[in-house]
């Protein structure tokens, strides 16, 4: 089994920034993608940014240029920097990955259990 856990969330001012962190850990062969989604209250959890398998990386169009993600392969730990945020980024965010346990075997799905982001006006 893989685990997630997300840190960083919090309370901001409009236009003010956090950064979250997420840390995989238990047997991983290998992690193919790696990003963050996020739930606003009454709306579908959505894709923020995420690192794909194949080294492409894809920003959700609301949140490119003022969001950034980054990663550290030796610590399975992938972060967002979230600049200039709004009061429309409040939502759960929620750490996932695709994992490999195995050389040999499938890549399974796998989510953390979310941090609050609020921003207030």
């Known amino acids: 089994q893989v685990q997630l856990v997300e840190s960083g969330g919090g309370l901001v001012q409009a236009g003010g920034s956090l950064r979250l962190s997420c840390a995989a850990s238990?047997?991983?062969?290998?992690?193919?993608?790696m990003g963050w989604y996020r739930q606003a209250p009454g709306k579908q959890r959505e894709l923020v940014a995420l690192?794909?398998?194949?080294?492409?990386?894809t920003y959700a169009d609301s949140v490119k240029g003022r969001f950034t993600i980054s990663r550290d392969n030796a610590k399975n730990t992938v972060y967002l920097q979230m600049n200039s945020l709004k009061p429309e980024d409040t939502a759960v965010y929620y750490c996932?990955?695709?994992?490999?346990?195995?050389?040999?075997?499938?890549?399974?799905?796998?989510w953390g259990q979310g941090t609050q982001v609020t921003v207030s006006s």
């Open positions: 996932y990955a695709v994992a490999r346990l195995l050389a040999t075997g499938p890549a399974y799905q796998y």
């Open positions: 690192f794909a398998s194949g080294g492409t990386t």
């Open positions: 238990g047997i991983i062969f290998s992690i193919n993608a």
